[in-house]
């Protein structure tokens, strides 16, 4: 299962660094790595991935890609808080949707 993190077209892109320390305050424990295919973030000791579209450190728009069994639960709503505190929104099958602190 996906699901596309985004920041409305009319705010500024977060850092990278804005996005881990958000990561970080949800007591994550997040790795950035730089792949010639796009940036990855890694959440120590669990399985789910966060691929986060970069531009010179700047950053609008990620796809968590949950592993199974990590689907629903306190994983997800951690990550919907960090990125939540950054002002994105979340968007799945059911559409728009606000990731709530």
Same mark, same amino acid.
């Given at each position: 299962?996906?699901? !596309? !993190? ?17 990561? #970080?305050?949800?007591? *994550? ?24 579209? $970069?531009? #010179?450190? !700047? ?9 199974? &069994? ?13 990125? &939540?505190?950054? &002002?994105?929104? &979340? ?5 728009? *949707?606000?990731? $709530?602190?």
């Amino acid at each position: 299962m996906e699901t !596309l !993190l985004k920041l409305s077209d009319s705010s500024s892109p977060s850092t990278l660094m804005e996005v881990l320390d958000s990561l #970080r305050k949800e007591h *994550f424990e997040p790795r950035l790595e730089t792949k010639a295919w796009g940036d990855w973030i890694y959440l120590e000791g669990y399985n789910s991935v966060i691929s986060i579209e $970069s531009n #010179r450190g !700047l950053s609008s728009a990620a796809t968590v890609e949950h592993a199974e &069994g990590e689907e629903e639960g306190e994983i997800v709503q951690c990550i919907y808080r960090a990125f &939540g505190r950054l &002002g994105w929104h &979340g968007i799945d099958d059911d559409g728009e *949707f606000p990731l $709530s602190l």
